[in-house]
C-alpha cells in the first residue's frame, strides 16, 4: 500500500528514510509497525473512494505501509492523509527528532566528545545528506544548552534567597 506524505522540510525527509529505510536501493521507505512514528503514520491514515492527489508543494515523499491486522481493512483501497493529519504528524515526527538528537548529543557528551563531532556523527549516522543541517542542529543543541542553563540559574537563585531569608541577619549586624 502507497501513500504520500508531504514533510516540513528536506532534513526531516532524511530522517524518515532513515527511520524507515527502502527494502531496495533507491526504493520507496517501508514503514515499520514497531517503531512509535510508524504506528502514528497507519494510525492517520484515511480511505477515500476516489484516487486522492498527492499532496502538492516540496518534500512530498512516497511511503509504503505494510500489510498487517491494523492496515488489511485498507488493501486495494485509496488512501490519503488529510492537510491536518500531515501537520499532527510533522509536529510528532519534529519531536521525536529532537528527542533522538538530544539523547544521542547527552550520550556522546557524557562520552567526552565534542560538540561539533557530536553533530557531525549525527548527521552522518542518520543520513541528513540532502542540505548541510549543520547550522540547524547545532541551533537546536544551543538552545538546550541555555534552556539547561537557565533552569540551573533559577534553581541557585532560589537557594540563595532561601539561604538569605532564612539566616537572621539582625542578630549578626548587632554591636555586642
Known amino acids: 500500500m502507497r501513500?504520500?506524505?508531504?514533510?516540513?522540510?528536506?532534513?526531516?525527509?532524511?530522517y524518515i528514510r532513515y527511520l524507515f529505510p527502502p527494502a531496495e536501493e533507491g526504493g520507496v521507505p517501508v514503514v515499520k509497525t514497531g517503531t512509535p512514528f510508524g504506528e502514528l503514520l497507519i494510525g492517520h491514515v484515511r480511505e477515500s473512494e476516489r484516487p486522492p492527489k498527492i499532496p502538492a508543494g516540496d518534500n512530498v515523499i512516497e511511503l509504503e505501509l505494510p500489510l498487517t491486522e491494523s492496515t488489511q481493512s485498507l488493501a486495494n483501497k485509496f488512501i490519503w492523509y488529510s492537510s491536518g493529519d500531515m501537520l499532527r504528524l510533522n509536529a510528532a515526527l519534529k519531536a521525536l527528532f529532537d528527542i533522538?538528537?538530544?539523547?544521542f548529543y547527552l550520550k556522546a557528551e557524557g562520552l567526552g566528545f565534542r560538540k561539533k563531532d557530536i553533530i557531525d556523527a549525527f548527521i552522518v549516522g542518520r543520513g541528513l545528506v540532502s542540505v548541510d543541517p549543520y547550522d540547524a542542529i547545532h541551533k537546536r543543541v544551543y538552545r538546550r544548552e541555555q534552556e539547561k542553563r537557565a533552569k540551573v540559574s533559577k534553581i541557585l537563585l532560589r537557594k540563595i534567597y532561601y539561604i538569605y531569608e532564612s539566616v537572621d541577619m539582625a542578630g549578626l549586624n548587632a554591636k555586642q
Open 3 to 14: 501513500i504520500y506524505f508531504r514533510v516540513d522540510n528536506v532534513m526531516l525527509t532524511d
Open 100 to 103: 533522538d538528537l538530544q539523547s
